[in-house]
């Protein structure tokens, strides 16, 4: 009778130490399975970021060629003589060195009065 409760209790012992060992494999093939799928979703998000950067470099790479023509254009219009001669007074390149400069213009000094012929300089 001893010999029967003692074979039984090392059948149930090997019962429940093998149940508890392929519960781990079983846990270890669903972490295994959710962190390959997880891989897989990065994966495709890096993919799918890295084509949009490309798209993204490519027309920023357009985009600079624009800025430079947009540049030379407004040097050419400020460099002719009618914006040298008669428009720009002394307020007039003091404003325009204070907006090159990222300040706000000093009003501390009085503004003069344009000339009554400028409307006439057009």
Do not use: H
């Not at 994966?43 to 790479?61: F, N, P, T, Y």
Request: proline share 3%.
């Amino acid at each position: 009778m001893k010999l029967r409760i003692v074979i039984v209790a090392i059948a149930l012992a090997i019962a429940a130490g093998g149940g508890w060992i392929s519960r781990g494999w079983f846990e270890d093939a669903q972490r295994l399975t959710e962190e390959r799928a997880a891989r897989l979703v990065v994966d495709a998000a890096m993919a799918r970021e890295a084509d949009i950067a490309g798209v993204v470099e490519d027309r920023l790479a357009e985009l600079d060629a624009n800025e430079r023509i947009i540049d030379r254009g407004i040097i050419r219009e400020i460099q002719q003589p009618i914006y040298r001669n008669v428009c720009l007074g002394d307020n007039a390149v003091r404003l325009l060195n204070d907006a090159a400069a990222g300040r706000a213009p000093d009003t501390t000094e009085p503004q003069a009065q344009m000339p009554a012929d400028t409307a006439a300089a057009e």
